[in-house]
């Protein structure tokens, strides 16, 4: 649950501002995209993909999701926001994805017990 909050946290950080500036959103749904989009990020990049392969290939997966993500709830909802934009917000929350990984795997290394 731990880990399911701060990947709510770090996107919130970079969505919410990001979108805010660059579309014409409003407060709430730009809150409710966030938390949707790191449901959906953690449940496939994290839970599946990332303890399937490893961190690259989560974090592309991630990228990829973003931009899929964000176009067609920017295009569902009307909102102005443009391709480069677009593809700005998701290379950020694609970096911020790429450090959350490397948490992980370092949170998971220390609470694995030492072997004797």
Do not use: C
Not at 15 to 28: C, E, G, I, K
Not at 31 to 53: E, W
Not at 67 to 76: D, E, I, K, W
Not at 81 to 90: I, N
């Amino acid at each position: 649950m731990l880990r399911f909050l701060i990947k709510v946290v770090m996107n919130g950080i970079i969505l919410v501002p990001f979108l805010y500036w660059y579309t014409n959103a409003t407060m709430l749904s730009i809150i409710v995209a966030s938390i949707v989009f790191s449901v959906i990020a953690y449940l496939i990049g994290d839970l599946l993909i990332l303890r399937a392969s490893n961190n690259l290939v989560a974090t592309v997966a991630d990228l990829i999701l973003a931009v899929f993500y964000l176009g067609v709830v920017s295009t569902f909802m009307h909102w102005s926001f443009t391709w480069g934009k677009l593809l700005f917000t998701a290379v950020v929350v694609g970096v911020v994805e790429l450090l959350y990984h490397f948490f992980l795997k370092r949170f998971d290394v220390e609470s694995q017990p030492e072997k004797t």
